[in-house]
T-cell receptor
């Protein structure tokens, strides 16, 4: 049973560029959430997708956008990259019922130079 | 404001030296409290979910407990392979998860 998979594992971009990160949820999960984790910090909630719609959003600017596809996979897009966007980007999937734990992928390490 | 605070930030233990990690929280309507383990360069790995005060969960050398304001992760006779960052998260009524900054545990052989 495949867990959450993310691609790419590492990425280096230049300030001002755009980036797309991809996530496939754990089999059977229908909800995908994206988190940003800076070094030494806990994950910060970016947004959550369910039924191909953004259901909740954290305190992140509109430069951060996403998409969920009919097969539940998801993309995170970041435009006009800033140096401060350098972080580990984590995708988490879960069931949309009850209080279901998040299951995380190993993340994409984004470095903005 | 929903908030999660973990202490200590870092903990060094000798192999076999038991201790506890603390997670205190302020949340409007707790749906669940979650503990995760995170190894360097990896995503968080789910350990436990606790739903109500008084609940306890155990897995190998780890035991998690929950009160109305905090949770403890007790580590009994730790081994070097228990070294990792332990994250606590709470799920509020709006379904959003709030994470603490974690406790970095190092177990010395």
């Amino acid at each position: 049973d495949a867990g959450v998979t993310q691609s790419p594992t590492h990425l280096i971009k230049t300030r001002g560029q755009q980036v797309t990160l991809r996530c496939s949820p754990k089999s059977g999960h229908d909800t995908v959430s994206w988190y940003q984790q800076a070094l030494g910090q806990g994950p910060q909630f970016i947004f959550q997708y369910y039924e191909e719609e953004e259901r909740q959003r954290g305190n992140f600017p509109d430069r951060f956008s996403g998409h969920q596809f009919p097969n539940y996979s998801s993309e995170l897009n970041v435009n006009a990259l800033l140096l401060g966007d350098s972080a580990l980007y984590l995708c988490a999937s879960s069931f949309d019922r009850g209080s279901s734990p998040l299951h995380f992928g190993n993340g994409t390490r984004l470095t903005v130079t | 404001e929903d908030q999660v605070t973990q202490s200590p930030e870092a903990l060094r233990l000798q192999e076999g030296e038991s201790s506890s990690l603390n997670c205190s929280y302020t949340v409007s309507g707790l749906r669940g409290l979650f503990w995760y383990r995170q190894d360097p360069g990896k995503g968080p790995e789910f350990l436990f979910t606790l739903y109500s005060a008084g609940e306890e969960k155990e897995k190998e050398r780890l035991k998690a407990t929950l009160t109305k304001k905090e949770s403890f992760l007790h580590i009994t006779a730790p081994k070097p392979e228990d070294s990792a960052t332990y994250l606590c998260a709470v799920q509020a009524v709006g379904n959003q998860f709030y994470f603490g900054t974690g406790t970095s545990l190092t177990v010395i052989p």
